[in-house]
T-cell receptor, first 115, second 112 residues
């Protein structure tokens, strides 16, 4: 079974630009959640989508948005990029929504560098 | 609320040494507990999990026991190898939280 696939692996953008990251979950998984990982803040929860609906959102500004398609694939968008948005963005899929004991399965992440 | 506190790193051990990484949690309800491992340049991988009190999760020589009375889920391994060098994250999932809560991660380096 293929794992969680994130594209692209690396991105370099300039301040003020916008970026879209993509995540394909494990087949059959309906929950996709996104995390920002930085050395100083660790893993910060961005949002979770289940059956195309955003179920929960972390404490991030409105510049961070996402969506989920009917095939469970998800995209995350960051507009008006700031230097502080440089991070590893991780996507994780789960069989059910994030209230049960079903574990998360992570992709290898997209490394975003904002210059 | 829900939160996870884990031992600060970095931790450096010699090969074949005993490993303990402490993890304590605060949760409303009855959480499930997890340990994840992250190797350089990769995402997190599930190492083990426990879903109720007194459960012991185990995988690849690592073990952790869900202790409700001490709200802990410490990770242990009897004899570490160089290949165990990675960052380890403790996490919880709760019906009251709608998300996973991660500790800050503990970096482990094993030297030959």
């Amino acid at each position: 079974k293929a794992g969680v696939t994130q594209t692209p692996r690396y991105l370099i953008k300039t301040r003020g630009q916008q970026v879209t990251l993509s995540c394909s979950p494990i087949s059959g998984h309906r929950s996709v959640s996104w995390y920002q990982q930085t050395p100083g803040q660790g893993l910060q929860f961005l949002f979770e989508y289940f059956s195309e609906t955003q179920r929960n959102k972390g404490n991030f500004p409105g510049r961070f948005s996402g969506r989920q398609f009917s095939n469970s694939r998800s995209e995350m968008n960051v507009s008006t990029l700031e230097l502080g948005d440089s991070a590893l963005y991780l996507c994780a899929s789960s069989l059910v929504e994030l209230t049960g004991n079903s574990p998360l399965h992570f992709g290898n992440g997209t490394r975003l560098t904002v210059t | 609320g829900n939160s996870v506190t884990q031992m600060e790193g970095p931790v450096t051990l010699s090969e074949e040494a005993f490993l303990t990484i402490n993890c304590t949690y605060t949760a409303t309800g009855y959480p499930s507990l997890f340990w994840y491992v992250q190797y350089p340049g990769e995402g997190l991988q599930l190492l083990l999990k426990a879903t109720k009190a007194d459960d012991k999760g185990s995988n690849k020589g690592f073990e952790a026991t869900y202790r409700k009375e001490t709200t802990s889920f410490h990770l242990e391994k009897g004899s570490v190898q160089v290949s165990d060098s990675a960052v380890y994250f403790c996490a919880l999932s709760s019906y009251t939280g709608n998300q996973f809560y991660f500790g800050t991660g503990t970096s482990l380096t094993v030297i030959p």
